[in-house]
């Protein structure tokens, strides 16, 4: 998958070439992460990442199937968050390891509600 198609619906606006690198790097690793440590009763989609322009905080964004296993998967993933940072730390090439927040994408969300209304 391109690039271009990958990140259609990212907002890049206002972001260094450096931030955006790293952001889309983050979201790499994240997913993976996600894939491999969750025990697979839901669906852990990464949707975007944001990193702050200092390089030190990070907000990943992720959606969840099926909303039922929402606030589950929410807290594992926040529980998880040293151990992301872990890898980050042994995957991304980085001076300064940013602080990871973990939060439901609620635009995703909101975005298929709509996809679902207008089939």
């Known amino acids: 998958m391109s690039l ?12 260094k070439p450096r931030q955006i690198k790293i952001s889309l790097e983050l979201r790499k690793i994240a997913q993976d992460f996600f894939q491999k ?9 990464v949707t975007k990442t944001n990193i702050s322009k200092d390089l030190k905080n990070c907000d990943i964004y ?29 995957k991304l090439r980085i001076r300064t390891i940013p602080h990871v927040e973990i939060k439901l994408d609620i635009g995703e ?4 509600r709509i996809g679902l209304i207008k089939t």
């Open 4 to 15: 271009e198609n990958e990140n259609e619906n990212v907002d890049f606006s206002g972001m």
């Open 37 to 45: 440590e969750s025990s697979g009763a839901s669906l852990i989609t």
């Open 62 to 90: 992720i959606t969840v199937f099926p909303e039922s296993k929402e606030e589950h998967a929410l807290s594992f993933a926040k529980r998880m968050r040293t151990d992301l940072r872990t890898t980050i730390k042994e």
């Open 109 to 112: 969300k909101a975005r298929m």
